[in-house]
Each structure stands twice: as C-alpha cells, then as structure tokens.
C-alpha cells in the first residue's frame, strides 16, 4: 500500500506569510497527487491536481510542485481564510490521504 | 449545481449494521466513478470505498474489507454503503465524494456528511 506523510502536523503563520507544506509519498505516484483544505465543520474542497494544476475557481496564491515521491503545497501570501487543515492524496492506486496539516493563527 | 446529498447516519450498537445512502444531482451520474470517505471526530481524512461507473470495480480500505458493501444505482442516481458488523472504530462522519473520472482520481465534489456513532 501507498503511505502519504505530511509535515509539518501543525503550522503557525501570520496573515501574508508564504506557507509551504510538505508530503511525501512511500513509492513513486509520479504526478498522480490532489491537495485539499478542509475547515471546521465542513467537506473538504480541492485545491490542486496532478500534482500542480490548479482546480477551477481557486485563489492563484495556491499552487503545487513535485513529482515521484516528494511534494509541495505553497501558499504565496497567507489570507485570513487560508487558515485551515491541508490534505494530500494520491490516485495513483486507490485512494489515500496524507494525515494533515492544520494551519493556525501565530 | 453538482449537489450529493447523504442520509442514513445514526448511533448504532457494535455489532449491528446501517446502510448510509448518497442523493446524486446536477451532473451525468453514471459518467463517474463514486466514493465514500469518512473522518473520525477531530481526525483525518479516510477512504473507505470506491465504485466504478459501471459497478464493475469495486474498492475498499483494508479496515473495512469484508464488513462493508458499496453499490450504486445509475438509475436512480443514488450511491449507497452497507455497513455489518460495526466497531466503535467505525464512528465518523462519512462522506459521499464524486471521482473527476470512470476510475479512480481524485475527488471534485464532496456532500456534507453524515454522522455514524458506534456505540453500547
């Protein structure tokens, strides 16, 4: 099975700070990697897919790198409704979710 | 409007089952595949199962495998999850989650959840 490791847990930031989040897939799943932010009290929303194309509507501050078994989730400059939990997953076989990384208010 | 709307949740003995079912609407239903995700209170992200468009594969966490039954109904554009032999493990709230494919991807549309407790 493909285990997802996300670092960091837990993540302080001010407003305006670039934030950046990282997972880490067992094997390689090349470019096969969605990211998620979920807020308290509701389903997650997609943010990015394939590792670094961005979904629909969403805020071009977000973006996504990497490939094969390391990536990375950036925040360009940390907005007031950016504070939230992050999840990656990979689709490589079926799915599964990195464990989250919950960013706070400094 | 792409809307997935879950029922079925409830406090449920170990050992009893439930059957949680997932309301399609504003999208072609039987164009993709179909997914059931759940989260523990105050915990992470969990799949649970996954259906393909056509019914002809099926997935589940190893958790589960062998205790849940997903099934879906183009028909009526409906998804649904039987659950046996629940364990207090199982208490989360499940979400249905729509595949961007007839396979396994990731997910673009999600519903609000429905709350499984597992308890005595």
């Known amino acids: 099975d493909i285990q997802m490791t996300q670092s960091p847990s837990t993540l302080s930031a001010s407003v305006g700070d670039r934030v950046t989040i990282t997972c880490r897939a067992s094997?390689?799943?090349?470019?096969?990697l969605a990211w998620y932010q979920q807020k308290p009290g509701k389903a997650p929303q997609v943010l990015i897919y394939?590792?670094?194309s961005l979904e629909s509507g969403v805020p071009s501050r977000f973006s996504g790198s990497g490939s094969g078994t390391e990536f990375t989730l950036t925040i360009s400059s940390l907005q007031p409704d950016d504070f939230a939990t992050y999840y990656c997953?990979?689709?490589?076989?079926?799915?599964?979710f990195g464990g989250g990384t919950k960013v706070v208010i400094k | 409007e792409v809307q997935l709307v879950e029922s079925g949740g409830g406090l449920v003995q170990p050992g009893r089952s439930l059957r949680l079912s997932c309301a399609a609407s504003?999208?072609?239903?039987?164009?993709?595949?179909m997914h059931w995700v759940r989260q523990a209170p105050g915990k992470g992200l969990e799949w649970v199962s996954g259906?393909?468009?056509?019914?002809?594969?099926?997935d589940y966490a190893d958790s589960v495998k062998g205790r849940f039954t997903i099934s879906r109904d183009n028909a009526k554009n409906s998804l649904s999850l039987q659950m046996n032999s629940l364990r207090p493990e199982d208490t989360a709230f499940y979400y249905c989650?729509?595949?961007?494919?007839?396979?396994?991807?990731?997910?673009?549309?999600w519903g609000q959840g429905t709350l499984v407790t597992v308890s005595s």
């Open positions: 989650a729509k595949d961007t494919g007839r396979g396994w991807n990731y997910f673009d549309c």
């Open positions: 504003g999208f072609t239903f039987d164009d993709y595949a």
């Open positions: 259906i393909s468009w056509n019914s002809d594969n099926m």
């Open positions: 094997e390689s799943i090349k470019t096969w």
């Open positions: 394939k590792a670094s």
């Open positions: 997953q990979q689709y490589k076989r079926y799915p599964c």
